[in-house]
């Protein structure tokens, strides 16, 4: 977590356009996959913290299998972290904290939309954001249950460096029973 928090420094410090972009990997219990980009919302000693829809289908998969994997491409410093790990829920404090730091137009679109659902048209989901809003008005908004937080803990961490001809570094960082982290290097 030291070598991440040293990285992650280097990243924001570089200015870099999204920096805390990253994939997240999921999979259902029969093994099928599925990733898409979510936003890094905390990390320290206990994991990288995200925020989204429970009922999700990235929600559903997490339900059935609470493993998944992170991954951030810094460009600007040809540096890749691949991240896998255990997922559980975040404290519902740590959800109704960060839900109402966010903008009151996030908050009723988080009430508004049933992330992965099939939905009608775009008119249902804009009249559905518009009837909330007009319901919410000068009420302070309940954070939906089905919305919050994953903290993932890592317990494989690589650390991709690109190099000349290809010849990358790559250090894995690998949490032993004894919770020291075993450091090997991976061949590009
Ligand atoms: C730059 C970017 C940031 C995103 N951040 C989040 C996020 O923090 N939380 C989230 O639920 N979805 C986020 N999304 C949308 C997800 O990629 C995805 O479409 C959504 O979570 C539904 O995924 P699912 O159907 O696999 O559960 C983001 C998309 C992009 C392109």
Known sequence: MKQFAKWWKQAVDSKIDEVNAMTLSTASSDGMPAARIVLLKGVDDKGFTFFTNYNSYKGQQLAENPK?????????????????????????????????????????????????????????????????????????????ENWGGYILKPVIIEFWQGRPSRLHDRLQYTLENNGNWKIERLAP
């Open 68 to 144: 998944a994997c992170l991954v951030f491409f810094w460009k600007e410093l040809e540096r890749q972290v691949r991240i896998t790990g255990l997922v559980e829920k975040v404290d519902p404090k740590d959800s109704d904290e960060y839900f109402h730091s966010r903008p009151e137009g996030s908050q009723i679109g988080a009430v508004a939309s049933p992330q992965s659902q099939v939905i009608e048209s775009r008119e249902w989901l804009d009249d559905n954001y518009k009837q909330l809003k007009k319901d919410l008005k000068k009420k302070t908004i309940q954070r939906p």
